[in-house]
């Protein structure tokens, strides 16, 4: 089993920036995938960012590439998901991810989810 637990979600300004933080216990895998999905108020959850465990590829949606950086600690099983010129449209409940998975986009993939924090731009 992988417990997945995110913080730093909030109220911000538009402009502004948030870091989301994901730590991961029990089982963590290093050849893995972490992801960050999110999903606003009426729609569907969508992938936002993702990076395997032991580095190398790295995938944005496009609505959020230049604004958003996704990043690692391995020594504390943390993946973090730093967020700058925060508009009001990234208004959603973010999640992180993880699994093995060969396409980063596709949810069903990732076999294991935290419970999500909310993070509201207002404009």
């Known amino acids: 089993q992988v417990q997945l637990v995110e913080s730093g979600g909030g109220l911000v300004q538009a402009g502004g920036s948030l870091r989301l933080s994901c730590a991961a216990s029990g089982r963590t895998f290093s050849s893995g995938v972490m992801g960050w999905f999110r999903q606003a108020p009426g729609k569907e959850r969508e992938f936002v960012a993702g990076?395997?465990?032991?580095?190398?590829?790295?995938f944005y949606a496009a609505s959020v590439k230049g604004r958003f950086t996704i990043s690692k600690d391995n020594a504390k099983n943390t993946v973090y998901l730093q967020m700058n010129s925060l508009i009001p449209e990234d208004t959603a409940v973010y999640y992180c991810?993880?699994?093995?998975?060969?396409?980063?986009?596709?949810?069903?993939?990732?076999?294991?989810w935290g419970q999500g924090t909310q993070v509201t731009v207002s404009s």
């Open positions: 990076m395997k465990w032991s580095g190398g590829s790295i």
């Open positions: 991810a993880s699994g093995y998975v060969s396409n980063y986009y596709r949810q069903s993939e990732y076999g294991y």
